[in-house]
């Protein structure tokens, strides 16, 4: 017998353990959606937890604090300023009272959430982006640029919006055949990776709308696909087998002849949604009905993509909401965190690492993205990338509150790299009464909450 065979792998995630929260810490009587589109129907943020949830005559979605819990109440307010069912919503990476929802109604809206959440319902958003001819189904913020929404739908249609000036900057429209499942972009924000029902994986410059690779047949079965840009610049993908098994890949983009590892998994019928924590470089699978979720480390010896270990529950889930990390409870070692949908209820899922010291763990938290932009909208559309701004995460996040900072023209904090305290340095400060007083030149109230994107005091509708 061979002693390598008792070898182990090492990796400080190899004991990652999943952890439901108990039940008088989930949301309870939440009517989720129960549309037919494979999306997560939740999105989650620091501050905020949305989930998408059944509305009659419309499209409407929840908006509730991150910490809220228990029973919540039928005269609960909502955002429901859509004429058709909600399919998707995604909180703005750079500002965390921003968020974006996608309808069957064919527009896109963006709203501004208060502090503290909703004190009534909200029909008016910031802005409505009208672009599409059918149904849209997919948002991706840019990571890094300010103000950069990627939106796709039924038409085949990749558009991308500077949400500031409510304008359409680039179309993609004769990449994809047919429908389109899943859109990601890399770190820097300089190219997506598309997948589509012609089970094609595309790599695409949004700027020039060129399909820059195309790899046939990802994976060989019929059901939907899900495709992830890492952030050393691979792609993982996740589909079905001829036989109709699920399946796990990684790609180089280098070289997409043949994929770098695959991995079957099981012959369920839902849909494997990814969930990609670049600090760890782990890889999440929650399958939509499934009663259980699956975690992988992806790294640089083969085989590339490690099994960790799967957490297993009673209760189907309807979809999830991935906490971004600047959420997650440091002192309790928590590294990632999500929120499980059911029928009626909402439940925390916490992935932990057990360690005993009560010192913060820096080799479980590298520096993460920051809530700072690295470049404006019009220097991302000028041509220019970035990597994202990283923040420390030693003694704990505190989000600051939101401030009414005209996106139009402000400037990125480009000293943010600080750890994420409370008041930011006295430069910093005089930077924001500088932006401050230049955007009050423009025409700029402060009674005006929704002021954030556009200088008037009016919701603004763009067609193109």
Known sequence: MSFRRGVVRQSKFRHVFAQAWKAEHCIDDVRVSRVTWDGPLCAVNPKFT????????????????????????????????????????????HDDNVIASASEDCTVKVW????GGLTGPMTEPVVTLEG?????????????????????????LVCVWDVGTGELVYQIADAHPDLIYSVSWNREGSAICTVCKDKALRVIDPRRGTVLKVKEKVHDGTRPMRAVFLSDGKILTTGFSRMSERQLALWDTMDMSEPMAVQEM???NGVLLPYYDP??????????????IRYFEVTDESPYVHFLSLYSSKEPQRGAGFLSKRGVDVNK???????????RKVE???????????????????????VEPSLLAEDWIAG??????????????????????????NKPKLSSQGSGTDSPPVPQQAAMVTREVRMGVGGYSSRHSRGVFISANRSKTFCN
């Not at 009659?56 to 859509?82: E, M, W, Y």
């Not at 849209?136 to 739908?153: D, E, Y």
Request: hydrophobic residues 35%; proline residues 8%; charged residues 20%.
């Open 50 to 93: 949305a989930v998408i949830i059944e509305s009659g005559g419309g499209g409407a979605f929840l908006v509730l604090p991150l910490n809220k819990s228990g029973r919540i109440d039928q005269a609960t307010p909502t955002v429901c300023g859509h004429a058709a069912p909600v399919l998707d919503v995604q909180w703005c990476p």
């Open 112 to 115: 501004q959430i208060p502090d």
């Open 132 to 156: 599409h001819s059918k149904r849209v189904g997919i948002l991706a913020w840019h990571p890094t640029a300010f103000n950069i929404l990627l939106t796709a739908g039924c038409d085949n």
């Open 266 to 268: 099981d012959t369920s």
């Open 279 to 292: 600090d760890t470089s782990m890889v999440y699978l929650c399958g939509k009905g499934d009663c259980t």
């Open 333 to 343: 070692c928590e590294i990632a965190r999500f929120y499980k949908l059911h029928e």
């Open 348 to 370: 925390p899922i916490s992935m932990t690492v057990p360690r005993k010291s009560d010192l913060f763990q820096g080799d479980l938290y590298p520096d993460t993205a920051s």
């Open 384 to 409: 220019q990338d970035a990597p994202p701004l990283l923040v420390s995460l030693s003694g704990g996040y505190v989000g600051a509150p939101s401030k009414n900072r005209d996106t139009l023209r």
